[in-house]
């Protein structure tokens, strides 16, 4: 569709010979993460250290509560060999990466909470990483998109 775009016209062609009388309707997909959930010895505990320290608000419980509202971006889904080594020791099974707009800020803020930020110096295509970890050992990626 890229190409499609670049060609006057063409996506207007485009879009007629999908939706012709032979079109397959349209596949619903999903629009995004919706939750995550996962295990914590001291649950109430975590969700104030994810609060206090990377601003997220747990599922609403009262009246009043909001949510954690998400800015509009691209989330990556990767599954990993269960050999890799990326997550950590292969006892983990999950690592979350949230984005943030400003790494070097988000990890200076961080560290001045005493909490250890291990930023990649490298720049990828596709942006820069930092690596840290919650209370619990759980590992936390942080990435700033190209």
Known sequence: MLLAAAVPGA???ADEAASGPHAEPAAEKVLGIG???FRA??????ARWYFDNLGIATTPMHA?????????GVTSFTPFSQKS?????PTQAWMVNFRVRDLEKMAAQLRGKGIT???DPQAYPYGRF????DPEGNPIELWQPA
Not at 64 to 72: E, L, S
Request: aromatic share 10%.
């Open 11 to 13: 996506a207007a062609a």
């Open 35 to 37: 939750g995550l959930f």
């Open 41 to 46: 010895a001291d649950p109430k505990g975590l």
């Open 64 to 72: 009043g509560d909001q949510p954690w509202h998400t800015d509009a």
């Open 85 to 89: 080594t990326y997550l950590g020791p």
């Open 117 to 119: 930020v291990d930023v």
């Open 130 to 133: 930092a690596r840290l970890h």
